[in-house]
């Protein structure tokens, strides 16, 4: 809705260039240009802010901040949010703020909402009950308007007419709301922490000892993104299907999010289903340095 | 790290990098202006809004309010769910098996229960002909969107579904309104249709039984419609949320049943029948007649995609709420809608230049009136509100002014309560009328407010053969 009320030909809206599939998808229908600003995988997982402004022009509508980030499963540390509002209020440009991942966090990295820092700019923050609270089938989110400036008065207008063509979603499910966000209590979150926490270290350390692999140590979000070096392992398609074929393995290709040789690893299965998808991965691995430097 | 090599199927466009060319530099901006909605937003358009504005009148202090204008069966609490939807949806919740992602065109399961369900050796189909919805409004949004492009028309009756234009016009396709007789039970107008076909009509819009009429097409007239959609080569969009609530010895015939045969995109749901229009579950059925509807039926499963399916605690229940929800359950429906039905016609059938349209399915009820008579639409409903509190919906919420429509869900009581209080405004208006001469043209309240109460002449009582 945000994306198709803010939408005009001709305009442009920047995107992660690593990231959720589904912007692009929603933009190209719209027929608003996709500018894609650099996530730096190599480094830390951050965006590339001075290639972020260069992307800036006249026709540029908002900037998407996705974080918790999908795929990478980095959290932006309070003074890269602020650097990035510094530049939404340099150029008065809006934030669209995906937040679904909020504070199911970890690896003591906080979680910071976007519109709770400064300076402050228009934020459209989009979240939902999905992912903090497992519950991705129920389909119920929100779009949360922060009008600062009276900015955002016509896009709001815009969401609520939009609003009206598929009527809302399950009434079930909003009558359930208040109870979901007031009294799940904070042991049903630190569980998912601590086991996303887990997952995310014993896949560090494990693959990080592998050769020609080179994990990204996630704080936040349900996953991880691992790169491989296609020097030794031959390229993306050969790596993926390899796994499955071999291994029983099924990894999220990165070309879905435009990092080709990378692969995102879900971290939220039992510890003893992620200790196991290591051990294949290692020993696929194996023979695969083997046989790929053998044909070399 | 090597450039970005391969792109998911949906782009067209190479990502852009600052390596690429250089553009001029966006000037920062002083001042923070309003920022511009997109044409598609502003373009989106609920015809019935400005039109319920409207009726946002006081209504009498000393009359309690009856809400005839709200066409959702649950409002009182006298039309609750079925129990095996309830019981349905709590095992599911407690089942844990549809709290996860599923197929954006739906789960299996229950995709195979509305094929199973709607099934008929004159049009069989299987799961896959099935894409589920949020409701049949997000149903009738993929069929429309799936099916015409912007200069692009379908035709839609008139009156008709607000919605339809709605879900249209913001995708730049045009309506065509085909004429409903409404001085004829309410038939389409086939000439009317047929002259508004053109070169880019894509798509007819059949709404069966109707809101707001509350007709039912006979067997025969549906046939009438599918010759023409077939001489012209087009396929039918078939809103039939209201399904088999029919009654007083209609019978429903879901179009992809009869003949000649067409392709034919039926749109439904339980909202209305199962009488939960809150829980947004819907769903499209494509007759792929002539393999006519390939296409269209990849690019609704590619739209699916947008919401990844309605809520999948609904989409667990629907198979038992389908297959499991007794008949008893729609006759007690259907009883209520008939009982209000027939005591709204007889009592207004009674008032001089009032002319229901007796309907025999869906939820309301067509009322005509002589503005000679009784004035300008909106003034009217306003009137009515403030008079007696009973808030109708003004014809012209379904393109159909000197109309007004009322819902047929309540218990019988407050209908005839309704009734009651819809004569006594009528028959004030009557009286000064016939003192005053016609009220088409009146625009002062005064006239209107020095009307007693003292108002039951016989002789408007006596009745006129409507039928």
């Known amino acids: ?296 | 790290m090597a450039a970005a090599s391969h792109q998911p199927t949906c782009m067209n466009k190479a990502p852009h990098y600052a390596t690429q060319q250089k553009r001029p530099r966006a000037a920062e901006k002083r001042e923070w202006g309003v920022i511009k909605a997109s044409e598609h937003s502003k373009n989106t358009v609920n015809p019935i809004r400005k039109i319920v504005d409207s009726l946002n009148v006081p209504h009498n202090p000393e009359k309690e309010p009856i809400r005839l204008n709200l066409g959702d069966p649950t409002v009182l609490g006298n039309l609750p769910p079925s129990d095996v939807a309830v019981q349905a949806m709590e095992d599911v919740i407690r089942g844990h098996k549809f709290d996860g992602y599923g197929p954006a065109v739906g789960a299996q399961c229950a995709r195979e229960a509305v094929a199973k369900k709607f099934t008929h050796p004159n049009a069989p189909i299987t799961a896959d002909d099935v894409i589920l919805a949020s409701g049949c409004s997000h149903a009738l949004e993929m069929a429309i969107v799936a099916i015409a492009d912007p200069g692009e028309n379908i035709l839609v009756p008139n009156p008709g579904f607000p919605l339809y234009t709605t879900l249209c016009k913001p995708n730049g396709i045009e309506t065509l309104s085909y004429n409903l007789k409404m001085e004829h039970g309410g038939i389409v107008d086939l000439v009317h249709l047929e002259s508004l076909i053109n070169d880019k009509t894509r798509a007819i819009i059949v709404n069966n039984p109707s809101n707001p009429t509350g007709v039912v097409f006979t067997k025969e007239h549906l046939e009438e419609i599918l010759r023409l959609a077939y001489k012209h080569k087009l396929p039918i969009i078939a809103d039939e949320i209201y399904g088999d609530l029919t009654y007083d010895g209609a019978t429903f015939h879901p179009m992809a049943t009869l003949s000649p045969q067409v392709p034919i995109i039926s749109c439904d749901g339980i909202a209305k029948r199962y009488l939960v229009p809150g829980w947004r579950l819907g769903w499209v059925i494509v007759h792929d007649r002539f393999g006519a509807l390939t296409e269209v039926k990849q690019g609704m499963v590619a739209l699916s995609m947008k919401i990844v399916g309605p809520c999948a605690l609904v989409q667990g229940a629907l198979p038992r709420i389908l297959q499991d929800t007794p008949q008893s359950f729609f006759d007690h429906i259907k009883e209520v809608l008939s009982a209000n039905a027939n005591a709204v016609y007889k009592s207004l059938s009674r008032i001089p230049g009032l002319k229901p349209l007796k309907p025999q399915g869906a939820m309301y009820m067509m009322i005509g009136f002589d503005d000679e008579i009784y004035g300008e639409e909106t003034k009217l409903m306003q009137d009515l509100i403030r008079e007696e509190s009973v808030i109708c919906l003004p014809g012209s919420a379904f393109n159909s002014p000197n109309w007004f429509r009322l819902v047929l869900t309540y218990p019988l009581e407050v209908t005839e309560e309704a009734c009651e209080r819809i004569s006594e405004f009528c028959l004030r208006r009557l009286k000064l009328s016939k003192a005053y001469g016609p009220l088409k043209n009146t625009e002062k309240d005064d006239d209107l407010d020095s009307c007693g109460q003292d108002n039951e002449d016989s002789s408007c009582l006596e009745s006129e053969d409507n039928n």
């Open chain 1, 1 to 296: 809705m945000v994306l198709s009320a803010i939408s005009t030909p001709g305009d442009n809206i920047l995107l992660p260039d690593r990231g959720f599939p589904l912007y692009s998808t929603i933009c190209c229908r719209n027929g608003v240009e996709r500018r894609l600003y650099p996530i730096d995988l190599d480094n830390d997982g951050l965006i590339d802010l001075v290639q972020l402004e260069a992307k800036i022009d006249k026709k540029t509508k908002a900037i998407l901040i996705n974080n918790p980030s999908n795929p990478t499963g980095i959290v932006f540390p309070k003074w890269h949010l602020e650097a990035i509002l510094r530049i939404a209020y340099k150029y008065k440009l809006a934030i669209i703020a995906d937040e679904i991942y909020g504070d199911l966090t970890f690896n003591n990295m906080k979680f910071y909402p976007l519109a709770t820092l400064s300076p402050k700019v228009p934020i459209i923050c989009c979240a939902g009950i999905s992912k903090q609270y497992l519950v991705p089938g129920w389909r119920l989110g929100w779009i949360i308007l922060h009008n600062r400036y009276n900015a955002l008065c016509e896009i709001k207008s815009g969401i609520i007419s939009l609003a009206q063509q598929i009527m809302g979603p399950s009434s079930l499910i909003q009558g359930a709301l208040p109870d979901i966000l007031h009294n799940v209590p904070n042991l049903f979150f630190e569980n998912i922490r601590n086991l996303l926490q887990t997952n995310s270290d014993m896949i560090f350390s494990r693959l990080i000892r592998v050769p020609g692999l080179k994990p990204l140590r996630p704080s936040g979000a349900m996953y991880m993104m691992v790169k491989f070096d296609p020097e030794m392992y031959g390229n993306e398609s050969d790596f993926v299907e390899g796994l499955i074929r071999e291994e029983s393995l099924y990894t999220f290709s990165g070309s879905l999010f435009n990092a080709p040789n990378w692969l995102r690893l879900l971290l939220t299965f039992p510890e003893e289903t992620t200790n196991e998808a290591c051990d294949r991965i290692e020993m696929f691995c194996q023979r695969s340095r083997r046989i790929y430097n053998w044909h070399k």
